[in-house]
């Protein structure tokens, strides 16, 4: 299952999403927190809860995430 699947099943909670950006002195390691609003493919937005400011962010640099609640990972299908 992609990335942008799982969490597309997880809109609307709070996460920590951290990333590496390896060529950059600047931005070398960044975190950021906020509440899921949309994934795709190759992307997710999350919305700092403080606020307002919304974060178009790239899986290219992505590393990993935390959440304080329990995730849903699975598609429910009908039986």
């Known amino acids: 299952m992609y990335l942008g699947n799982i969490l597309r099943l997880n809109i609307g909670k709070?996460?920590?999403?951290?990333?590496?950006?390896s060529?950059?002195?600047?931005?070398?390691?960044?975190?950021?927190?906020g509440i899921l609003e949309d994934a795709?493919?190759?992307?997710?937005?999350?919305?700092?809860?403080e606020s307002e400011k919304r974060y178009l962010l790239?899986?290219?640099y992505y590393v990993w995430?935390?959440?304080?609640?329990e995730l849903d990972h699975q598609y429910n299908t009908p039986q």
């Open 23 to 33: 060529s950059s002195n600047q931005w070398r390691d960044r975190t950021f927190t």
């Open 40 to 49: 795709g493919m190759d992307y997710f937005i999350i919305k700092d809860p």
């Open 65 to 69: 995430s935390e959440f304080d609640e």
């Open 58 to 60: 790239s899986f290219i």
């Open 14 to 21: 709070l996460g920590t999403f951290y990333f590496t950006f």
